[in-house]
Each structure stands twice: as C-alpha cells, then as structure tokens.
C-alpha cells in the first residue's frame, strides 16, 4: 500500500546564520530584498543590540523567528559585570534585580550596555504608540530613572501588553494556524489511507474470485450498483471507520472509485504478483504454456503461464500475463514472449521444453 501513499522528504539544507555581529547596514535598509532561511535556534543571536528588525526577515518567517526568541527567553546576562556610566555628575549602571522584577520581557545587550523589551521587539508595530524605539532597537540607557522600566508596561491596552498578548497567542499551539493545518493535514492522509484500503481489499477479493467489477447501473438509485460498489457497502457497514469515509461520506472529487482507480490498483496488484512468481522462482529453469485469448473486440491475444518446480519440490503453473499481438505467427510470437521475460528479468536460456 505505501507504493499509493507516496512520501516526499525535504532534503536538507545548510542552515545560514540569521543575523551578522556587529552588522548595522541591515538596519538602514528597510527595502532590502527578503530571502527565506532555514531557522536554527543555535544561529539566533542572543544579545538584542546585535539583532536584525524582525521586519527584515521574509513576512513568511517572521512567525517563526519569534517563536524561537520566545522559547530561548529573554537574554538576561545576570553575573555580567555591568559597566557604569556618568549621569549627571554621578555613576550608574544597570542593576541586575531588575531581572527579577520585570522577568518576562527585560533583556540587556553586552554590546551596546542597554535595555530592551523582548515583547516589543517582536510584535510592536511601527505605527504603535508608546515608548518610541527605545526598548525594541535603540535601547535604554538612562539608568537615573530606573522607573521607565515600569511606565513602559503602561496600562492593559499598551503597545507593550498587546505585544506580551501576541506573544501569549503564538506560543498556544491550539492557536497557531501551523499547527491546525498540519492537524488537519494529518486527518486528511488518515482518511485517504482508509479510503484507500478499502478500495484495495474489495478489489483483491473480486479478484481472488474472479468476479466482474462493474454494474450495468452503478447510479445512486440503482439496487445493485455491481460487485465492487456493493462490496464497499458491505465492508463500511461492518465497520465505522470506513463508513466514515467511503462512497456518500468521502469528497466528490475523491472518492477512489471510479473504473480509471479500479484499473490502477488492478495493474498495481498485477506487477505485485508478476513480481512475487518471479521472486519464487529464483534462478531455477521453467517451461512456458502459451495459448491464444480473444477479448471482447476480437483482437488477437497471447495468454502465457509458467511452469516451475517451487522449493518444496511441487511442479506449480502460475499464469503470468496475457499481451497482445499483431498476427500468430511464430516470428511474432517468439518475439513478445522474449519481450515479456526480459520484462520481469527472465532469460530464455533458463526456458526448458
């Protein structure tokens, strides 16, 4: 069955740092062209000051640069030896309780000995009020007034709440919309997988029995829609799961029951079965029984058996397949059948009678 669920693997690609150290051209360049980047976790600068604007990177990676900043945290550098600074005639540094106190979102960049808001820099608009590009690009510095840090939160609807809120949204994964599209991508291949067995197994068994498998009328309205269709309905009624999602419960577009998939999984179980005789023949000899076989429009067939002794010493004929041909005569003949063996990698040296 795998060989209808057919899976795709993305091959992998070097993962490109996301941000230069010490890079401010980038900044300057709002108009830059975008390019898609594999996202690394271990490629994400950690100090702020050293950080690209989100609005540099692809719109198409934005969501995921910001989830791999929320899972990192905050980068909060608490046994630094933070430098101090003259204010006003009076040194001041960064105080590292300030951590504790606004844990969630305060960062501080070794680079540029400043502040930011990891809430800000990646979710605040540039057309958002409150607070300027202090905490997102440029950094605070003014450790006088320590009390900034707590304006900057501000009241329930402020730039910096909604973007703690944008943050809160992006990491619930009942949320995120890659999330529901792979759920649903998910069910989707588990009803198809479904749909699909069953399909196989009613053509298996009216295979094994050698049973037609269309109807004279196979409508909505007809008593007796032909073997196949009236084996799905016998298999969904023993079980819910196909009922779930086969003939008036699957797509229109898709239910895997018109006679174009009835052939393919026909001729899909036909080289199955060529494959499995010629696997049990091995390298021994075998003999050949030939005969011809008209179909319905009178076109002149060759029907072709093998005849072998298997590993359990039993002498076994197992009908290999039926070609047609132009004429009978024996030019013709020998030549599809050495066409055919060679087919399935069958030598005629090994043809004995």
Known sequence: MEKFLSRTQNPKRPLPIIGETGSTAASNQPHAKHTRVDIDPDDVPSDPGLRRRITEYDPNDQDRVRRVYLQKGPCQPVNHNFPQTTINGRLRRFNPSWFMKYRPWLEYSIGKDAAYCLYCYLFKSQNEEGGGDAFTYEGFRNW???EKLGSHVGGPTSAHNKAREKADNLLNQKQSIQTSLSRQTDRSRMEYRTRLNA?????????RQGLAFRGHDESLNSRNQGNFLEFLKVLSNNSDNIKDVVLKNAPENHKLTSPDIQKDIVRACAVEI???IVSELGDACFAILVDESWDMSYKEQMAIVLRYVDTGGRVVERFFGVV???DTNAVTLKATIKAMLAKHGLSLSRLRG
């Open 144 to 146: 006088k007034k320590c």
């Open 199 to 207: 399909s196989v197994e009613a053509i298996r068994f009216l295979l």
């Open 274 to 276: 060529s494959n499995l």
């Open 324 to 326: 047609h041909v132009a």
